[in-house]
């Protein structure tokens, strides 16, 4: 405005991206950099500094919001999912794409460690599974099936619901499946078998939200009265299918 001060609007939309700004390696207390920009996969928050630019006296902070995209429902890629896992001893689990920033870094010892540490750049701190593998291998560490992730303030791991950062990548391998019901509508499930845990709400067989789809054809899907499918096992009324 006339006075030399910036007006804050509440939303900005960059037209380009912006240079990083400072690497640092994660740590189990955040990074050990003030500046860390260059060293993560995506922000949170992103702050505008006091400055005699924009007229300033407190720092203005933005939250990042994701640009749109479409995900696919059903993953096609062979090996490219992984479970993470809810922290705390009742912690439900779920498939995460490895390629997408969705969950915290928990590295453990050696193999067959099944205790795990966090380590990151930032409080509540979400990196894709090859980032979090590349952190553990700089640290002499890996990602493991950890059954044991003591709560971390810094990182934003601290048991309870809507308390941090609740999801951990591990290395366990987990499997995007079709559920479909007697009037031919559709869930996806997650089997994460391979965990002590049960598969987090909205993607498990008993929590589970159905949709209506176009089958190809003249309609037909799998039902239960005719065995379901070659590719799928009969569950209750239900067919379940990979």
């Not at 405005?1 to 400072?22: M, T």
């Not at 990151?120 to 894709?128: D, G, H, I, T, Y």
Request: glycine fraction near 10%; hydrophobic fraction near 30%.
């Amino acid at each position: 405005n006339g006075n030399n001060k910036c007006r804050f609007q509440s939303i900005v939309i960059l037209d380009e991206n912006l240079e990083c700004d400072g690497s640092c390696l994660p740590t189990p207390m955040g990074g050990d950099q003030k500046t860390c920009e260059c060293s993560i996969d995506e922000p949170r928050v992103v702050r505008l500094d006091p400055s005699s630019e924009t007229g300033s006296k407190n720092p203005v902070y933005y939250e990042y919001v994701r640009p749109s995209c479409v995900s696919m429902a059903f993953e096609s890629k062979k090996d490219s999912l992984s479970v993470v896992k809810e922290i705390g001893a009742s912690g439900s689990a779920m498939c995460a794409e490895k390629e997408l920033p969705v969950g915290g870094t928990a590295c453990c010892n050696g193999e067959g460690s099944s205790s795990a540490e966090s380590v990151c750049v930032f409080l509540s701190e979400r990196v894709s599974f090859y980032t979090a593998k590349e952190r553990c291998e700089a640290i002499g560490k890996r990602i493991c099936n950890w059954s044991s992730l003591p709560a971390n303030a810094r990182c934003g791991t601290k048991p309870g619901k809507w308390e941090g950062l609740q999801f951990q990548w591990t290395n366990s391998p987990c499997r995007v499946q079709a559920s479909v019901n007697s009037d031919g509508d559709v869930a996806v499930i997650h089997d994460v078998s391979t965990q002590n845990a049960l598969a987090m709400g909205r993607v498990s067989e008993a929590g589970a939200t159905y949709f209506r789809v176009e089958w190809d054809g003249n309609g037909d899907y799998p039902k239960t009265s005719d065995g379901c499918s070659d590719a799928c096992t009969i569950s209750g009324s239900k067919c379940i299918c990979d």
